[in-house]
Nanobody, 114 residues
Framework: VQLQASGGGLVQAGGSLRLSCAASGIRVVINVMGWHRQAPGKQREPVASIISGGTTNYTDSVKGRFTVSRDYAKNTVYLQMNSLRPEDTGVYYC?????????WGKGTQVTVSS
């Protein structure tokens, strides 16, 4: 299983970014796919997830601003982030679980300036 995240960058508060996670070794429409983030000096925390049936879940702080989706043909999961805030700054990781083992992609840095 390999997860390749991309799309991070520097953006002003109120701006938008779209993160992508290209997967291999799994099918994103079957597995539970998630996004976590780790802010400087803090523990990694879950941000959003999408399950096989398409149901999505979000941490309270991003509800209404972030949207997780997936593309069957590209086997890719996305995280659309709107109305970004400085507190959204951190390294964002794509993750999934297969046969009881959790997999992490390399993170992508998101920096939101005030």
């Amino acid at each position: 299983v390999q997860l390749q995240a991309s799309g991070g960058g520097l953006v002003q508060a109120g701006g938008s970014l779209r993160l992508s996670c290209a997967a291999s070794g799994i099918r994103v429409v079957i597995n539970v796919m998630g996004w976590h983030r780790q802010a400087p000096g803090k523990q990694r925390e879950p941000v959003a997830s999408i399950i096989s049936g398409g149901t999505t879940n979000y941490t309270d702080s991003v509800k209404g601003r972030f949207t997780v989706s997936r593309d069957y043909a590209k086997n890719t999961v996305y995280l659309q982030m709107n109305s970004l805030r400085p507190e959204d700054t951190g390294v964002y990781y794509c993750t999934t679980t297969r046969q009881g083992r959790r997999y992490w992609g390399k993170g992508t840095q998101v920096t939101v300036s005030s």
